[in-house]
């Protein structure tokens, strides 16, 4: 009984930043894990970040690390990623997802999705 849907994909340059959010409906939201994971043209659906409900603990793919941060405000029902110093191997169709634990979601076993939204970064 969650709903997401992410906004803030665009065209963008190496080197610059995006912030993606996922607005989640669904007053259970608070209580789910929710990360972000993508996919490039010819490739599998990969782990980018998740951050428990809480907020208190945070997971990232080696290839984001310490460029890209997750948060979330819950009383929002929002979760954002932040995306900084990007490079064209970035690009991929973003989704954003949640489910009961952290740790099985960065495995990917998430309990729901959104559509996606595309992020393109040119060179």
């Known amino acids: 009984q969650v709903q997401l849907v992410e906004s803030g994909g665009g065209l963008v340059q190496a080197g610059d930043s995006l912030r993606l959010s996922c607005a989640a409906s669904g007053r259970a939201f608070s209580s789910y894990a929710a990360g972000w994971f993508r996919q490039a043209p010819g490739k599998d659906r990969e782990f980018v970040a998740v951050i428990t409900w809480s907020g208190g603990t945070t997971y990232y793919a080696d290839s984001v690390k310490g460029r890209f941060t997750i948060s979330r405000d819950n009383a929002k029902n929002t979760v954002y990623l932040q995306m900084n110093s990007l490079k064209p191997e970035d690009t991929a169709v973003y989704y954003c997802?949640?489910?009961?634990?952290?740790?099985?979601?960065?495995?990917?076993?998430?309990?729901?999705w959104g559509q996606g939204t595309q992020v393109t970064v040119s060179s």
């Open positions: 997802a949640a489910g009961v634990r952290s740790r099985t979601l960065v495995g990917g076993a998430a309990d729901y």
